[in-house]
């Protein structure tokens, strides 16, 4: 069935730092992507996405980029900021059963840890 | 704040008791979602109702049920509880089945003792 698998952390980086957390996926069909983010004690928060192969999805200087060759979506920052601390989940739109359910799966989640 | 409004925010209860936990979607939103968020399992899809019918089921236990009203919230039943039903219970919206930007609401963080 169709699975997500990203980096384990947690990941500890200093303000200002590049980051990337690489994610891959497995899936039936042509499912979208998203990245998800979850703060202390929050719920979860849609970053950004992307619907088809090539897209970029961006918001708050978070990129990644659907690449459907290598099955991933890995999402990368080029200067991260203490108030970026937070999980973050990837996730892919299940269309498995055939039909447009939309159900999500998701990766374990990697923490983010920003010192400043 | 996504919208989505989750009740109560943290519930505690014994093994073998049941518990109801409500979700209220966004404005307009007829999609509803249940996932589960334990440290084991990660986050697993439970259940999907859309405007009031049962769409789709994930790893939803046979002593779990939801159902969705007329006015579109929707509550999720936990009965016979067990110790490792401990997690954080997440309900999401979206627009219509299929919409697949999900907006969450804060979760209830259930725990059994």
């Known amino acids: 069935g169709n699975s997500v698998t990203q980096m384990e952390g947690p990941v500890t980086l200093s303000e200002e730092a590049f980051l990337t957390i690489n994610c891959t996926y497995t899936?039936?069909?042509?499912?979208?992507l998203f990245w998800y983010v979850q703060y202390p004690g929050e719920g979860l928060q849609l970053l950004l996405k992307?619907?088809?192969?090539?897209d970029k999805g961006s918001n708050k200087g978070f990129e990644a980029t659907y690449r459907k060759e290598t099955t991933s979506f890995h999402l990368e920052k080029g200067s991260v900021q203490v108030s970026d601390s937070a999980v973050y989940f990837c996730?892919?739109?299940?269309?498995?059963?055939?039909?447009?359910?939309?159900?999500?799966?998701f990766g374990k989640g990697t923490k983010l840890s920003v010192k400043p | 704040d996504s919208g989505v409004t989750q009740t109560p925010k943290h519930l505690i209860t014994a093994t073998g008791q049941r518990v109801t936990l409500r979700c209220s979607p966004r404005s307009g939103d007829l999609s509803v979602y249940w996932y589960q968020q334990s440290l084991d399992q990660g986050l697993q899809f439970l259940i999907q109702y859309y405007n009031g019918e049962e769409r789709a089921k994930g790893n939803i236990l046979e002593r779990f049920s939801a159902q969705q009203f007329p006015d579109l919230h929707s509550e999720l039943n936990l009965s016979s509880l067990e110790l490792g039903d401990s997690a954080l219970y997440f309900c999401a919206s979206s627009v219509e089945v299929g919409q697949e930007t999900q907006y969450f609401g804060p979760g209830t963080r259930l725990l059994v003792l």
């Open positions: 992307a619907t088809k192969a090539d």
């Open positions: 996730a892919l739109s299940d269309r498995s059963g055939g039909g447009s359910q939309g159900n999500l799966i």
């Open positions: 899936a039936t069909g042509y499912p979208s």
